[in-house]
Nanobody, 111 residues
């Protein structure tokens, strides 16, 4: 069974960068959708970015121009490069592979 495992979260100052990784154990297709969502304290889970076919990513408006999603099918891994981070990006970031969720990784943007 596929199980996504996120890594790369942490504490970063405003304007800084982080790179999240999500490695999916098990077998997935190269066209299986892989994406990132986030949930801030007291708020619902929201879409951040997804990539179904390499070269065709989709971004939430809040992520456009600052975040970049990519995938390495040979490693069953999806990445989220986050630049110019803002305090409002603080949240638990979840990876979704197909319809399966990871456990999440905390990202805190604070000075």
């Amino acid at each position: 069974q596929v199980q996504p495992v996120e890594s790369g979260g942490g504490l970063v100052q405003p304007g800084g960068s982080l790179r999240l990784s999500c490695a999916a154990s098990g077998s997935i297709f190269s066209t299986t959708a892989m994406g990132w969502y986030r949930q801030a304290p007291g708020k619902g889970r929201e879409f951040v970015a997804s990539i179904h076919i390499p070269g065709y990513p989709i971004y939430a408006d809040s992520a456009k121009g600052r975040f970049s999603i990519s995938r390495d099918n040979a490693k069953n891994t999806v990445y989220l490069q986050m630049n110019s981070l803002k305090p409002e990006d603080t949240a638990v970031y979840y990876c979704q592979v197909g319809h399966i969720w990871g456990q999440g990784t905390q990202v805190t943007v604070s000075s």
